[in-house]
């Protein structure tokens, strides 16, 4: 026989689960990214040790238009053009260097977009349409200082550019080397897709080279390419000249580069020039997702090619038969290539250190529950702002204790490498606005805070940053008038 429990302990269950996913509903909604909100009020402001600005303070809300604009940074507007370029962007089915097709984004018809080349001190002016890139598009030029209004970041620096509509970015090219352009609107499958193209700006003198070839690494529906090209590209260079190869990774990971049947010299790392840079041999040079690694090879007199490697893909240079070599085990060390110019900035020294320590735990970012990246032991948006000032000279200590590799990039500045785990760098000043941060790696980096705007500094696996690895750099007293998400729907990551 049936023995019923009294009626009020039978209601016990239903209210202890009732509670139970009534408190899990509130967290997913609370953890629901807003559907505008301004990246400026993002998060708590960090001033790293320093003094907290008069009026700059970060983190009251409703302050969106608070502040000087990032919108009137800009470039002299009554200073005419160097170089001017058209670049059309479109959503389709491209057609390879190699031949294949794929689903992706074309640049004036292909993918890599057409080389933009200017000459330091040039004024750049490049026009961009949207033809019909469904959820807009913007330009952003990886690596360039540019002035905070021309850094193409939708939601922070404009609004992306909808199908039908133009923007156009000016800047000056203020440093020589090797950069690239990408779309900074939902740049992760954009990128992917290869909304992207190589800039090189060139010494006034010209380079030291005698050819110059941009290696765009690109990997279109899981084969890796160099300038559109699965497997083997030919590039015809006579006997006997030196070639430097501007290797560009638009990648989510760090790409192995080598060279056989010469030796090499790595010349510039994210568009600064090594000083001093030795012959390289039987080592490999590992390229951070989304930096540059400029190669000078001497081809040999007697007509051999030389093969500039990566795995799956090469470059050939000249015209005779290529030797080819498995992957050297040895990487060249940055930390102490080359030789130094100076001394370096002294950590001490700095006005604001700043902690960049990123992790991973379970939590619900934008209501979804996951393993998630964190800074500083938040989930995005719950992040750190870092707050300089003008002037500045800031150190930021970059940790990783997340398990996989993070390629961290600052916008619109240089970050000198102090030391890596503690040991102090004794090669040529290594610059880059790339880091690859591997997992349990430590790097000090140091900058001076000259270039005012509001500045993402995120990890450039794109994909990472848009599952929250993405935080910025914020001047005091500026402010934007965009906003992430809105009407634009504007989704830089
Ligand atoms: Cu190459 Cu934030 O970008
Ligand atoms: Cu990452």
Redesign the pocket.
């Known amino acids: 026989m049936k023995i019923l429990r009294p009626r009020w302990k039978r209601v016990i269950p239903i209210v202890v689960a009732a509670v139970v996913i009534g408190t899990l509903v509130t967290l997913v909604l609370l953890s629901r990214l807003p559907a505008a909100y301004s990246m400026a009020e993002m998060g708590y402001a960090d001033y790293g040790g320093g003094s907290v600005p008069a009026g700059g303070q970060h983190g009251t809300h409703g302050h969106t238009h608070d502040g000087i604009s990032v919108a009137t940074l800009t470039t002299d507007p009554n200073r005419p053009a160097d170089v001017r370029v058209d670049l059309t962007v479109r959503q389709e089915r491209v057609t390879l260097a190699d031949g294949r097709t794929v689903d992706g984004y074309s640049v004036n018809g292909r993918t890599p977009g057409p080389l933009i080349e200017a000459k330091v001190g040039d004024l750049v002016e490049v026009h961009l349409t949207n033809a019909n890139v469904a959820d807009g598009a913007t330009l ?1 030029w ?1 690596g360039v200082n540019v002035p905070n209004a021309e850094d193409g ?1 939708a939601g922070v620096t404009q609004d992306a550019v909808d199908p039908g509509e133009s923007y156009t970015y000016r800047f000056v090219a203020n440093r020589t080397g090797s950069y690239w352009y ?1 779309s ?1 609107q939902q ?1 992760d499958p954009q990128v992917l897709g290869g909304l992207l193209g190589p800039l090189v700006i060139q010494p006034r003198e010209g380079i030291r080279e005698d050819a110059d070839v941009a290696a765009v690494v690109h990997t279109y529906g899981g084969a890796r390419t160099i300038n559109g090209h699965a497997g083997e590209v030919r590039q015809s260079v006579p006997p006997g000249r030196t070639v430097r190869v501007r290797v560009t990774n638009t990648d989510n990971a760090p790409v192995p580069v080598w060279v056989s049947g010469a030796a090499y010299r790595l010349v510039a790392v994210d568009g600064t020039e090594v000083n001093d840079p030795a012959e390289v041999t039987g080592k490999a040079v590992s390229v951070t997702a ?1 930096g540059r690694a400029d190669l000078a090879v001497a081809l040999p007199a007697d007509g051999t090619a030389v093969r500039v490697q990566l795995p799956n893909s090469s470059l050939v240079l000249g015209e005779g038969a290529a030797p080819t070599a498995g992957a050297p085990a040895d990487y060249l060390d940055l930390l102490t290539y080359g030789t130094p110019t100076g001394p370096l900035p002294a950590a001490a020294a700095a006005d604001r250190t700043f902690d960049y320590v990123i992790g991973r735990r379970y939590g619900l970012y934008d209501g979804r529950p996951g393993s998630w990246w964190t800074i500083n032991g938040g989930l995005f948006p719950d992040v750190p702002m870092f707050m300089v000032e003008e002037g500045d000279r800031v150190v930021m200590r970059i940790r990783n204790d997340s398990g996989d590799v993070h390629p961290i ?1 600052l ?1 619109g500045h240089h970050v000198t490498v102090l030391s890596r785990n503690g040991q102090p760098s004794t090669g040529s000043p290594w610059i880059v606005d790339s880091l690859n941060v591997a997992h349990g790696e430590s790097y000090d980096v140091a900058f001076v805070a000259d270039n005012p705007g509001i500045w ?1 500094d ?1 990890c ?1 696996n794109l994909k990472h940053a848009r599952e929250g690895l993405m935080t910025h750099l914020a001047y005091a007293g500026y402010g934007t008038p965009y906003v992430v998400g809105g009407p634009r729907n504007n989704h830089p990551e």
Request: no cysteine; hydrophobic share 15%.
């Open positions: 952003h990886h970041v990408h900074h740049s989304g990039h916008h993402m995120h450039h």
